[in-house]
């Protein structure tokens, strides 16, 4: 897998024989920034844990490059509530030097909380503190799960900026889920579509125009993006499986065009 940082091919997972992440080919590489969106239940999270080495593939393969390290921001802090805890301890839990914690709180802006308590943090605060755990591992891949939840719209739009100048210093690639679509269309390189199987992926200004991703969001959605309708030759059910009028068929049965 020539300069992939990780590369899935064919990745299934299987809840209960159902599957939830199906046949998803997909490759990160160093300077890419990916976005992950799709409705909810779609297997977004099970394809990032799958990345992880936290969700065993059912079938398929996760390839990760040797000696990759990756620095992750999950959705949430969970914290024992009643554990006392400074930002500056939460950081050297981490297993850095204090000075390699210093530095990337302040490169995420929030140094000048250290002595706070991580319980008493904004939403948007505690967002940059994870980061800033996840960057002072200095990785090769930043998984990131909903990075701006809790975050208002000033500064979901700063938090994708300071993500993609963290790509470009660190040379690192980025992989997220993300459901704020008017910030994933402007801060992206490339959108993957995923409804169980990858609906639609590609450059933001192409996949708006995609039939399946107006299919999977709706026409408000696609209409508040400015997207044009094309004819789409498959439907989704309330399961996210591709319905036909000859009935059900596979996830990889259809196209888009
Ligand atoms: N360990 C598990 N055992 C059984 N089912 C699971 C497990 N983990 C996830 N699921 C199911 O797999 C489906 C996909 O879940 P997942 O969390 O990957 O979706 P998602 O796209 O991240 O959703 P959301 O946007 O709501 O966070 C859901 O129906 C969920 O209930």
């Not at 990785?139 to 990075?147: G, I, R």
Request: glycine share 8%; proline share 4%.
């Amino acid at each position: 897998m020539p300069d992939s940082l990780v590369q899935l091919k064919q990745l299934t997972v299987q809840f209960d024989d159902r599957p939830v992440v199906d046949r998803v080919d997909l490759s990160v590489r160093r300077g890419d920034i990916i976005t992950i969106i799709g409705p909810n239940g779609a297997g977004k999270t099970t394809l990032i844990k799958a990345i992880l080495g936290l969700q065993r593939a059912s079938s398929g393969q996760v390839s990760r490059a040797s000696r990759l390290v990756i620095g992750y921001v999950p959705q949430h802090l969970t914290l024992e509530a009643t554990l006392p805890l400074s930002v500056r301890r939460f950081m050297l839990l981490s297993g850095r030097t204090a000075r390699e914690c210093e530095a990337a709180l302040e490169r995420t802006g929030v140094r000048h909380l250290q002595e706070a308590s991580v319980h008493h943090l904004s939403g948007g605060e505690k967002q940059r503190l994870l980061l800033a755990r996840a960057l002072a591992r200095r990785p090769d891949l930043l998984v990131l799960d909903e990075p701006a939840q809790g975050v208002d719209i000033n500064g979901q739009a700063a938090l994708y900026e300071l993500i993609r100048e963290l790509r470009d210093e660190l040379d690192c690639g980025v992989i997220m889920i993300s459901h704020d679509l008017h910030l994933v269309m402007a801060a992206t390189d490339k959108v993957i579509c995923l409804n169980q199987h990858v609906c639609c992926s590609g450059y933001p200004a192409d996949i708006s125009h995609d039939p399946a991703f107006i299919e999977t969001f709706g026409h408000q959605v696609a209409e508040s993006l400015a997207v044009y309708h094309h004819r789409h030759n498959h439907r989704h059910n309330l399961h996210g499986d591709v319905v036909t009028s000859t009935g059900l068929h596979g996830a990889g049965d259809h196209d888009h065009h």
